[in-house]
């Protein structure tokens, strides 16, 4: 059966931009709940050390976003975990109904989109079969799985290389497959410069990769238990792309992004936009507070809307 819930602001997304945010708009005393599809924290909390974040000398990402979390909560906000939101309507008074996957429908007067980037996958059908049962986007996260077992990292760029140099240490080989990226690797590092993968195979769980050069004239399968895919990554923005025209304009529709999704890159440009986002969404929501007493007020008497 379906719930309902209503707030002013709801947040999707509780990394680190999404907690700020929420942090901040509970504190200016605003009914606020956030909304994560995983467990709060976002990519933070697979950092082992920050040492870069303004009057702190180190901390790990893990403790970090439980302060974050904690600081949410402790300002009134409503937290829900593992629901993923799908979708987002907007009626023609600027009000929000947001679907998650569990069915749940929530209510708002504003939202704010802080659902960051997520890693862009291999285009191969098959890949979403094997998610869990040998795909990763993360060495960090699940390379201990794979102990003494093969691997392969596939992609080039940002993460790759650290991906390939973290596995070579416990999984053996490491197959390293780069359609275009070079990558300086170890000893236990089989090397695929200029190959891509065409096909994934196994039973249900991973258990081999078909490969062909770039020229197409060879071809090779490998047999490995793991696949870490490294491909870049893309904002994760599918709840955007109706509104992108009112997006544009947060000050009259009540559409917000922050964080990463709206470009930051460190960590406290990040929480700094969350922030900065929380005073943006109070002004808005106690702008439409006025201009609905405005617009119900008769002559003697102003209705109280919230
Ligand atoms: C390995 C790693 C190490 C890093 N180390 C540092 C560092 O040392 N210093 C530094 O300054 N920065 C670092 N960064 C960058 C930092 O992590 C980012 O700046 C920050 O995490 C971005 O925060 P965000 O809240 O915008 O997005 P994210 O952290 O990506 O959080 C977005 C959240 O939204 C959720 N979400 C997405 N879609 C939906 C949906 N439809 N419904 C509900 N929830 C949804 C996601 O599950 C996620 O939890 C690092 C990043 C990584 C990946």
């Excluded at 039973?203 to 060879?218: F, P």
Aim: hydrophobic fraction near 35%; proline fraction near 3%.
């Amino acid at each position: 059966m379906n719930t309902a819930l209503t707030a002013e602001c709801i947040v999707i997304g509780a990394g680190p931009a999404g907690l700020s945010a929420a942090s901040q708009i509970g504190a200016r005393g605003h009914s606020c709940v956030i909304i994560e599809a995983n467990v709060s924290g976002g990519h933070i909390l697979i950092t082992p050390e920050i040492t870069d974040y303004p009057g702190i000398e180190a901390i790990s990402g893990y403790t970090l976003s439980s302060v974050l979390l904690k600081q949410a909560q402790s300002k009134n906000v409503t937290v829900m975990t593992g629901d993923k939101a799908v979708t987002l309507v907007q009626d023609h008074q600027n009000r929000y109904t947001i679907t998650l996957e569990s069915g749940t429908d929530l209510y708002a007067q504003c939202v704010v989109l802080a659902t960051g980037l997520r890693s862009v996958n291999t285009g191969l059908p098959e890949e979403s079969n094997y998610l869990g049962k040998g795909v990763s986007y993360c060495a960090e996260c699940d390379g201990f799985f794979f102990k003494d077992k093969p691997v392969a990292v596939y992609g080039s760029g940002d993460g790759f290389t650290e991906a390939v140099d973290l596995l070579a240490s416990d999984c053996k080989p490491v197959y390293h497959i780069s359609p275009s990226g070079v990558c300086s690797t170890g000893d236990s590092v089989s090397s695929f410069e200029g190959w891509h993968i065409t096909a994934l195979e196994g039973d249900g769980i991973l258990s081999a990769l078909r490969l062909e050069s770039q020229d197409h004239k060879q071809k090779r399968k490998i047999e490995v238990e793991g696949l870490f895919v490294y491909m870049g990554k893309e904002p994760a923005d599918e709840l955007l792309k109706p509104f992108l025209e009112e997006a544009s304009d947060p000050a009259r529709t009540g559409l917000f992004i922050t964080g990463h999704l709206a470009g930051t890159e460190t960590l406290v440009e990040t929480c700094a936009s969350g922030v900065s986002t929380a005073g943006q969404v109070s002004g808005y929501l106690n702008r439409k507070v006025n201009d609905l007493q405005i617009l119900y007020q008769g002559e003697d008497e102003a209705v109280h809307v919230f």
